[in-house]
């Protein structure tokens, strides 16, 4: 990685963490409470909430046609989505100690409480519910796939990759036939010693 590569990298860095710090201010300008993981509101805030609920059956009634007849073709993904986190569990619970102990914790990625917020109804809670349990798994799968990549070929594509995951821009550059040789171990060194 070449010296401006690393400038480039830093910024991203420095810019991840600054729409942090705006997210945590808007949240508190929403009266949102966080302790020891739990989340809450100020007061009266989630009678407010509660207020502009819309009824199940007046959500069901104004959703379109469309949305109507393919929530069951959404849903139905919960069996696989399922069986793949079950399967992605047991891979790194074999793989990864095998390799160095460089698990992921599944709790970062799957964070399920949207369901909780008194201004939804119980579809739109159920609908939360899913779409976070779905992505969840989908960012568990990608951190533990990088983590697997950078084990066995830490190597950037030729050709763009859209959105790659964090770890991609620290790879090596494709055809760095020495530096691959030179530098496996460390890619590997660097997993075992990760603390995020």
């Known amino acids: 990685m070449t010296q401006r590569m690393q400038e480039l990298a830093a910024q991203i860095v420095d810019l991840q963490g600054e729409l942090d710090r705006e997210i945590e201010a808007r949240r508190k300008i929403l009266g949102v409470k966080l302790a020891a993981g739990l ?12 207020a502009v609920r819309t009824k199940g059956s007046r959500f069901v009634a104004e959703s379109s046609f469309g949305a109507t007849v393919t929530a069951p073709v959404i849903y139905s993904l919960i069996v696989p989505l399922i069986l793949v986190d079950i399967r992605v569990s047991l891979y790194q619970e074999i793989c990864f100690r095998a390799y160095g102990n460089f698990r992921v914790r599944r709790a970062d990625y799957v964070v399920l409480d949207r369901q909780y917020l008194a201004y939804l109804n119980w579809i739109e809670a159920a609908n939360c519910l899913f779409c976070a349990y779905a992505n969840g798994l989908v960012g568990y799968v990608r951190e533990f796939s990088s983590r697997t990549e950078q084990y066995w070929c830490p190597i950037n594509h030729a050709l763009k990759v859209y ?14 036939a020495d530096g691959c040789r030179a530098r496996l171990a460390s890619f590997r060194k660097q997993l075992v010693e990760i603390t995020d």
């Open 163 to 176: 959105d790659p995951h964090k770890r991609y821009h620290q790879f090596l550059e494709y055809g760095d």
């Open 39 to 50: 989340v809450g509101f100020e007061q009266g805030v989630a009678a407010e909430h509660r």
